[in-house]
Every structure is written in C-alpha cells, then in structure tokens.
C-alpha cells in the first residue's frame, strides 16, 4: 500500500502541480500590496525579540521580549517598566478578566501573574505531556483559559525546523481559571500560533500556520462546539490575532508564500539534504528578517539590483498585519513589502492611540495612527 500511495502522490504531482489545494493566492482586493505599515513610527528603543503586545487596559501596554515582559506607559508610552523575566523566551499574552496577566514561556508552560503576589502560577503539562512551545494564550469572559502549543517537543524559536520537517502535532489546550484541569481540546494541528475569543464567549478563533488556515468554533460549557474553516488558503503564514475592540480582528501575518518554498516543501530529498548540510538561517525558508546576509538564498538579480531590495522581488521576509471583520473576512491590511523596514509581524492590538505592532523581524514596537478599516 506504500508503494501506491507514493506512486499517486507522484502522479498527482505531475498532473496538478498548482491545482487549487496548492496555489498560492494572489494579493488583491483588501489584501493589495502597499507601503503603509513602513510608515507606521517606531515606539521607542529597538526591542530585539519582540513577540506579544496587548493592551493593559489603563492607556498602556504590556509587551514580551526575549525572556521579559514589559510594561509600556505613560505619553508615547516612554515608560517602560519590567513585569517579569523567566528562564526561557516570553511569548504570547493574555489579561484575565481578574486582572492577572497570562504568559506563554518557552521550554516551561504558561505563567499567571498575580499583581498581589510575587511568585507566579505555572500550568506546565496536559495530558501528561510537558509544553515546549506554547505560543499564544486568551481567557474567555467566564475565566475560562485556553492556549495553543505550536509543536509538542520543539520550542519557538525553532519554528523553521517544524515548517520544514512538515511536523503537524499541535495542540488547542483549555484549563479552568486556577489553571486546573487541564484538557486537550485538538491535537495533531500544523502549527496552532494564534487564538482569541470573542467578546460574547460564544466563539473562539484559531490560526494554523502551516496549513494557512483561519478557523472558528462554537464555545459551550464543555469546550468546543461545530467548527468551520473561515479562510482556508491564505497568502502567508497566519501569526496571532487580537480583538480591534470594534468586533472585529488584527491577524499578523509573519511571512510570505512563496512558490519556491512551496516547492522545496514537496521535495523531500532535497529538503533533507538542505537540513542536514545547511545553517537554518540560509535555509530555503521563511524569515522573520532578509536582506542583510549575501549568503542568504534569493540573492540573484530578480530580487536585488545595485544592492537595493526590489519592493516586488519574491519576499523571503514580509511584513503583514490585516484587519478582519466580524465574520472574518479582510477588510484593510498594513504591508511592509520585500524592500520594506518593519517584516515579521506576530502580533498587534488597539488602543485609543491607535494600532500598536510587534515587527519581530525588525525588533521594533510600531504605532500606526492611520484609518485601519
């Protein structure tokens, strides 16, 4: 049965290289390429490592870099001020509607901070597995938690080996307030990075990186109700997504398809060999950051000409924040294109001075104070 399966693959590959399951979407319509999020101003001293940001709630934000959490107040949110610092990378953020903040630590689990309390709370296993990679975390309105690991067994920062290995072992977890009675709700998911609920409780919404998917559930009491795909064939890697505060959503879009790494992923033999032979950073892969290595792949003269970037070269890296409505659909978007300053956008939310960014791949927090429909 192997011997046909592989046989069919072949033959499938042949007959319908770019058949519908595998075309990359072009960029047209609320997603048409512009340079807006270059103009978008830099909030402050670079922040490398940069991956979260959410509103506080008091006219400041909270923002995880590197191994810390940071809160950032005051006018132009000057004032920055350490919340916490853990052994491994902070990631992804949530307020609990009793006021703690929630952080996603690499290589540990999920941390709640207690104001009142110096030491945190650690959810750090479910179903009997530890977390390695937990990359975002939401609390719905009755204190429910709920939290995606991107890949069992391999950490954040290592993402671009998940990719290329085409590993699908994700995991969807939800635990009580006190971070009790943790459930695995999915499991075997191509890289789950960001979820968020709604505002009613009644839904939660769920990216998977890998498969370019945005997807929503019905929540009950239980867990999780009747899901649908909402968007099923996405022109990049789908990062986190948080509330507007209008009903609608911010999706990050971390990088760009390509058809050449659409192809290296069909290519095992050759994937293989670029794994075992190569550094990651000069994989033929997504990047949060290019450009500033003449050892990267893509150097030839399609993509640069008298050293500069062409804006409409095949993107290694991309920088790409959309706005969803209410059913999902994009209605504006925010790019950095290949020429761009501000690539590898994993998170954004809204306050009243507009939409604040993370641009991992630059290591900047970015305010854009512009009409984002």
Sequence with gaps: MGFFDHFLRDVRSVIDRDGGQNAIPPLDGALSPNDRLDTAVPIGDALPGIDDVISAGDDAIYVSAGRSVLKLSGAEFATRTLVAEFEGDAGGLALHPDGRLLVCVAGRGL??????????????????????????????????????????GRRPNEWRHDLM?????????????DLGNPQVLLRDLP????????????????????????????????????????AANMPGYPARLHPDSQGGLLLGLFARRTHLIEFVLKEDDFREEMMATMPPDHWVAP???G??????????GAVKALGIQ??????????LLVHLDGEGEATDSLHSRAGGRFHGITSACATRDGVIIAARGAGRLLRYSGDLR
């Design 310 to 319: 062409k804006p409409w070269a095949p993107p290694r890296s991309y920088g």
């Design 191 to 230: 890289y789950p990075y960001g979820v968020s609920v709604s505002a009613d409780g009644k839904q939660l919404w769920l990216t998977e990186s890998w498969a370019h998917r945005l997807s929503r559930f019905a929540l009950s009491a239980n867990g999780l109700g009747p899901g649908e795909v909402v």
């Design 111 to 152: 941390a709640a901070i207690d104001p009142a309390k110096p030491n945190p709370r650690w959810l750090e296993t479910a179903d009997g597995r530890s977390f390695a990679g937990l990359l975002s975390v939401v609390a719905a309105p009755d204190g429910r938690i709920f939290a995606v690991e991107g890949s069992t």
């Design 287 to 289: 990047a949060l950051a």
């Design 165 to 177: 290995e085409k590993r699908t072992n994700g995991r969807l977890v939800m635990c009580n307030a």
């Design 291 to 300: 450009g500033s290595d003449c050892l990267e792949p893509m150097q030839i």
